[in-house]
């Protein structure tokens, strides 16, 4: 048996269709392995070395890879073609134990030809890519863990900071700034309806645009009213007329960015909902036929197509549309800077299959996407679409005036999928129809229309436009755009109004903060330069190491800047060293703290007479969610108790801290003054089975009574019943004592000992 690894189930059940049962597929259901949650777990001494963890809801799934894993002969790793998926497929290779029979396969799509070729032509793990991804997540948590602590402290309900995340909010942030300053200045448009001349006179309209030859445009009523007056004195001649054929070529097809915007704009989704609905038609969607897969990896910044589907799209062309819809030699689409290029732009997998084929199959937006992303890429391979077009100028006195029109020659690519350029009305006036004019010829005038407008501020970004800024300000990748935007409405550093994006309260605090400490951090430059590095490592050029400290350095020496820029001067001295403390401020108010020895305080704490059980430190009295309590005044322990909580002889057995008599709801109990440890002071009665310590009569919340080994946490052993210590001869269960008889303690056992 030959064993087969992808990320999703549902990519398992559409490859499971092309290999006729000879393979097992298997879903690892993303990443199997991480930083913890909990912990930094990146040894900044040890040369960033990262420790991961085994993620705890993919444990089961993990023992499960792992057991047929052991029993195939070879295990091919078909995690996604980019660093994400190699750095699962690395992860995965690590921890299911599957070294010397694991091959690496990866494929631009998932059709049948593409996973079959990917099987016969297996790769080794690709260890750049997986420490580019590497680099970018203990970069990631760097930020995250030692950043988003002081945010939280010093902006008012700030959730966190992000290496990436953090710009993006500036973006938002220094546009609406720009909004909230903007001073709106009056202009004027002034439209001439005009007539040409002749016997068979047309109608159409010219707008202002000069005066003297230079562009102009009114900014008052008494200048526009100017106009009026110097035009109604003229004739209006025409100066010029230019006729010409226009071509306009097709976009190209879509890249992750370009999908996104274009989706948003026109289906009006969230970027993270395109994101997942684009997953979805890539990892196939159920059909009657079994799962069926759609497009190709929707992860890319390439306009690159494959020969083989080029030509495929031609031919279709052909059939469907006409030779004169198929340029004479293939539309190949320039690469922008810093692409990675790694994989082909987003396409249809078969181009046979229509949006009208799989209508009655996929819901609304699925249907949709699948629409877009089809017409796009067919209009990309077809030929541009040529319109007549025209143009002409005339002056009244100084001013002069201007007219377009155009009208489609030959549709081209336009047949199948139409954009429209956005054009300012207010510089240019659009007429169907022109009459066939000539240089010099009278116009009659019918009237003068002029409007008063008023310039407008800049507009919020939408999904659409953010994930544009994002892209060409160069501070993500394809795989990150709808994360970050994700990222920031949970953070609730963005709210939406409609289809806009508003920068919360908390986002300007954030970044104001960020912005004065931590220059890098919040430099798009500086976090675009890092993304290249982060390319950089993916070639082979660069050790990640490296590109992590020429980050951390810096950093950590901005990040104790604004930490000791918090500090506030008092007359209070330590009691413990006598050293002048400082006021702070933090997520729970003001404390006091000392620079020397690192004592801190409430500023309304007070001095104890108890001293610390541990180290022989005074205690302060603090209030606590639940009252009162004792707490050591040396920050380095932790020993915190009630002022009448009596002291046992006993050590804590898991960090040698005094223990504390207690009595609660089920009797007396020890309790550690350092750590959660408990021991339970109940009588001993039986004994226990597994090590053979005393059993102790213990209460439940309910108020059950049940036995426990005296041995916890080392014997967990329970029993509703007396333990005797010994085990059933009949089943090899622990037997019990009950109603003065022992008998065994599986119901289903009528083994039984009566008391001699």
Known sequence: MQLIIVESPKKAKTIERFLDGKYKVMGSGGHVRGLPEKRFAVDVDNNFEPTYVIEPKQEKLVKELKQVASKAELVYLATDPDREGEAIAWHLY??????????????????????????????????????????????????????????????????????????????????????????????????????????????????????????????????????????????????????????????PPFTTSTMQQDASHKLGLSAPQIMQLAQHLYEGVETSNGHLALVTYIRTDSTRISKDAQVECLNYVLQNFGKEYCPQKPNVYSAKKNSQDAHEAIRPIDITITPEKVKGILDKNHYNLYKLIYERYLASQMTPAEYNSMQVSAVSGEYGFKASGKSVKFKGFTAVYDYQTEVNADDVIENKILPDLTDGEVLTLSKLDGEQKFTKPPVRYTDSSLVKAIEENGIGRPSTYATIIGTLTKRKYISRKGKYLVPTEIAFEATDFLSKYFSDVMDIGFTAKMEDKLDDIADGKMDWHDAVADFYNPFITELKVAGSDNNEPTDIPCDKCGTLMVKKKGRFGEFLFCQNCKTTKNPDDKISKNVCPNCGEFMILKDGRFGKYLACSNQDCN????????????????????MLNKTGKFGKYLKCSKCTQTKSLSEYVGVCPVCHKPAQKMISKKGKVYYGCSGYPSCNFISWDIPTGELCPTCGKHLVEKGGVTVCSDKNCNYEEKKK
């Open 639 to 658: 020993t915190k108790m009630q002022e009448n909580d009596e002291i046992s002889e006993e050590k804590c057995p898991k960090c040698g801290a005094v």
């Open 94 to 251: 690590e921890v299911l134990g599957i070294k010397g029979k694991t091959h690496r396969i990866k494929f631009n799509e998932i059709s049948e030809k593409a996973v079959k070729n990917a099987i016969s032509s297996p790769e080794r793990i690709d260890y750049n890519l997986v420490n580019s991804q590497q680099a970018r997540r203990i970069l990631d948590r760097i930020v995250g863990y030692k950043l988003s602590p002081l945010v939280r402290t010093r902006v008012k309900d700030g959730e966190s900071a992000g290496r990436v995340q953090s710009v993006a909010v500036k973006l938002a942030v220094e546009l609406e700034r720009k909004i909230q300053n903007f001073e709106p200045k009056e202009y004027w448009t002034i439209t001439a309806h005009l007539k040409s001349t002749g016997t068979n006179p047309v109608k159409f309209k010219m707008l202002l645009s000069e005066k003297g030859g230079k562009k102009f445009r009114p900014s008052n009523e008494s200048e526009a009213k100017l106009v009026d007056e110097v035009c109604k004195q003229n004739p209006f001649v025409v100066s010029s007329v230019k006729k010409s054929v226009v071509k306009s070529k097709p976009l």
